[in-house]
């Protein structure tokens, strides 16, 4: 099998010295070698087929929360909204306006790909939008969300439903479970979808702790949340027939077994010390998508407190009805910001947002052989345009400057985005 090298003049990777004058080698679908380009190109032999780029080379970026399908809403994420309920009512106006959703998760996978990304945590709403992510090559894990299920209901065929709405997902990727949040399915849906989700051997992702509104919608049933999901015809769900449960929305999902290592949440914005400090102990990553909770009218999420204490933490960019653009690097350069507005001052600020970008990710999907450069690893890896020449000095500008598109996107060890290419094209 032929190599093929890609060579930058930066390398960088979470958890390994960046390079100068780097180079990956990649055979099949797996990395072959990364090191100095001398190293590399010797290793891959005088066969290998060798392609040179300006910038920095670093692993595929992992979007670890993602709605693909509702990349032809961008109408809703471009403008402004007071809050959750305002942004909810300009959503729910277009989202029953019948339109292609297999077209619009397709194209959202063809931006995922141009910004750099190699794998995903897509939910899927409509079963037509459920072979985007498969269609495109990406890697990842597609997640069929579950939502709007009463006690009653599910207990009338809600689980054979559900598998068979699993069952009927393409893979690859990897299919999952998403509860879609505590707001939209009652108690003991939750408490089965966690239980269903280890019987599959599945991994489940939730929307928790979005809106502050959750916090009286499990504490006392009541509020604006709660008022709207009774008004549309929700009120038997336990949360509101019994006046909420006294505690708040993480020590609800976790008294029903929702928080567990092959677990992992969105936004987690509305949280304290000691819900972090479960999120720990229960090994569940958070999504953090912080221009998505900009657009929609939210708090910023607490970015310094979860790297102070450690929490694992991942980046994802929500839907293009809730954000600007499907660029995580763009993520990054927000999560920055309020780091160091919330009085983050240690300087590998840059190096723990890059890796929550890659390896973060990866692990918040399980898929620990991707996010990083390495031998054995999956030939995940993407080129970005930068200015700077030195190490340091790109890792600082791909975090602070978030670029929009990647020049080359390799998902296991095919280009799936060449830059170069498209302009080639352009021009004749």
Known sequence: M?????????????????????AVAVAGDRILAVGPADEVLAAAGPDAEV??????????????????????????????HA?????????????????????????GAALALRSGTTAVAEIVTDAAAGSAVHDAGLHGIAFWEVLGWT??????????TVRAQLAALPTPPATGLSPHAIYSLDTGVIRDLARLAQQLGVRQHIHAAESAWEDAYVRTGTGDLAERWRANGRGEFALLRHGGVGTGVLRYLDDLGALTPTTHLAHGIYVDADDRALLRTRGVSVALCPRSNAVIGLDAPPVAAYLREGNAIAVGTDSLSSSPS??????????????????????????????????GGAHALGLDDTGVLRVGARADLAVFPVAASTPREALAELVEAGPAEASLTVVGGRVRWDRTRVAARAIA
Do not use: C, K
């Not at 920095?56 to 403008?79: F, R």
């Not at 006690?151 to 054979?160: F, I, L, N, P, T």
């Open 83 to 107: 809050g959750f309920e305002a942004w909810m009512s300009a959503f729910m106006e277009l989202y029953p306006v019948p339109r292609d959703w297999g077209a619009s998760a397709a194209a």
């Open 2 to 22: 032929t190599a093929v090298v890609h060579r930058a003049p930066v390398v960088l990777s979470p958890g390994s010295v960046a390079l100068t004058d780097g």
């Open 151 to 160: 006690d009653r209901a599910w207990a009338d065929g809600g689980e054979s």
């Open 326 to 359: 499907l660029s995580p690097w763009q993520d990054v350069a927000a999560l920055h910001d309020i780091a160091r507005a919330q009085g983050y001052r240690d300087d590998d600020l840059h190096a723990r947002l890059f890796a929550a970008a890659t390896a």
């Open 51 to 80: 392609h040179e780029w300006d910038g920095a080379l670093t692993p595929g970026l992992v979007n670890a929360h993602t709605h693909l399908q509702y990349s032809d809403m961008a109408a809703v994420g471009l403008a402004e």
